[in-house]
């Protein structure tokens, strides 16, 4: 019998939790399958695989979705206020531009991450785990030199 210094790794999980639950655990920055690993890696790097379940969780590209989500989010949040400042004060267009960007980048910076890992839960319950069209490489464009030209 071979000696095996590694500890035998638990199959990942294959039954999916309820979409809400799934959407609370990526929320909180959990592994959505099982909730035990961390989900980032740093501020909005997804981890290689979670720690506990070792579910693949590096190749899930959620790409613009967490952005617009986030933007359309905060949009529909601040807008309303910012048309009732407006309204009620009339205040100069220097206060605008002092109070409103800042609060439009702090609440999107705040709500960024929670929203990647809901989109990231909802792309693993859809099925897209980034293996769809197989493994994918990088190639490299020839490069150019001048007497190509």
């Known amino acids: 019998m ?33 909730g035990q690993g961390k989900l980032f890696q740093g501020y909005l790097r997804l981890v290689d695989e979670c720690s506990h379940c070792h579910t693949e969780l590096g190749r899930i590209r959620a790409d613009d979705a967490p952005p617009y989500f986030t933007i359309l989010i905060v949009g529909h949040v601040l807008v309303p206020f910012v048309f009732m400042a407006e309204r009620a004060w009339h205040p100069p267009m220097w206060v605008h531009m002092a109070i409103w960007p800042a609060l439009f980048g702090g609440l999107s910076a705040l709500l960024l991450r929670p929203i990647k890992g809901m989109t990231v839960a909802w792309m693993m319950r859809l099925g897209l785990t980034g293996t769809e069209q197989g493994e994918q490489t990088a190639v490299m464009p020839p490069r150019r030199t001048p007497r190509d030209v």
């Open 2 to 34: 071979p000696w095996d210094t590694e500890p035998p790794r638990p199959e990942p999980v294959t039954a999916s939790p309820p979409l809400r639950e799934a959407f609370l655990r990526g929320a909180k920055g959990l592994c959505p399958a099982c």
